[in-house]
């Protein structure tokens, strides 16, 4: 059976992981499912895995939090989780659309500004297209920011994985690095 979970693997992604085990891919499905905890969460669909950590501040999963998407297959030796963290998907949705929105509307002070300037005006004057012009910046800096903190997160996810499979010390974890 095909998965739905993971559709959205073809989003790039600077962080992509390939766990390698020695279990049977349905074996390590079980070991997923059954290892979910108050601190961490998920869903085992078919042969996909939807994975967070929760965060102890809040009763949801946290907004920026990143979320592993990830496809179990079957190796020669075993099985293979492939997959990514990103953020859920209609909180990228939301930021983009905010970010874009909050750009436009600096663009329309910007160009409002500029063609009722005269020379009697003044830096304070300025001070409201300066504003405005500044929200674009700001989402960026919080989704970055947040981003960062995330890292902890995924790294924890990483480790919850290890050692919930059966035998963490025959099983390798690696970074895919993109090349650009």
Same mark, same amino acid.
């Given at each position: 059976m095909a998965s739905t979970l993971p559709g959205l693997l073809w989003t790039p992604s600077r962080n992509r992981v390939e766990i390698d085990s020695p279990l049977a891919s349905g074996t390590a499905l079980?070991? !997923?499912?059954?290892?979910?905890?108050?601190?961490?969460?998920? $869903?085992?669909?078919?042969?996909?895995? $939807? !994975?967070?950590?929760?965060?102890?501040?809040?009763?949801?999963?946290?907004?920026?939090?990143?979320?592993?998407?990830?496809?179990?297959?079957e190796t020669a030796t075993g099985s293979r989780l492939s997959g990514h963290f990103q953020m859920h998907p209609m909180t990228r949705l939301y930021t983009a659309a905010w970010i874009g929105l909050s750009s436009l509307l600096a663009l329309v002070f910007l160009v409002v500004a500029a063609q009722r300037a005269t020379p009697e005006s003044t830096g304070a004057d300025a001070l409201p297209v300066l504003l405005v012009a500044l929200l674009p910046l700001t989402g960026t800096l919080l989704v970055r920011f947040q981003q960062s903190r995330g890292r902890a997160d995924e790294e924890a996810v990483r480790e919850w994985i290890g050692k919930l499979l059966e035998n963490p010390d025959s099983f390798v974890v690696r970074d895919v690095k993109r090349e650009t």
């Amino acid at each position: 059976m095909a998965s739905t979970l993971p559709g959205l693997l073809w989003t790039p992604s600077r962080n992509r992981v390939e766990i390698d085990s020695p279990l049977a891919s349905g074996t390590a499905l079980a070991h !997923l499912q059954v290892g979910f905890s108050d601190e961490f969460r998920g $869903k085992v669909e078919g042969n996909g895995v $939807k !994975l967070w950590r929760s965060r102890g501040y809040a009763v949801s999963r946290g907004s920026f939090a990143p979320i592993f998407y990830g496809v179990v297959t079957e190796t020669a030796t075993g099985s293979r989780l492939s997959g990514h963290f990103q953020m859920h998907p209609m909180t990228r949705l939301y930021t983009a659309a905010w970010i874009g929105l909050s750009s436009l509307l600096a663009l329309v002070f910007l160009v409002v500004a500029a063609q009722r300037a005269t020379p009697e005006s003044t830096g304070a004057d300025a001070l409201p297209v300066l504003l405005v012009a500044l929200l674009p910046l700001t989402g960026t800096l919080l989704v970055r920011f947040q981003q960062s903190r995330g890292r902890a997160d995924e790294e924890a996810v990483r480790e919850w994985i290890g050692k919930l499979l059966e035998n963490p010390d025959s099983f390798v974890v690696r970074d895919v690095k993109r090349e650009t």
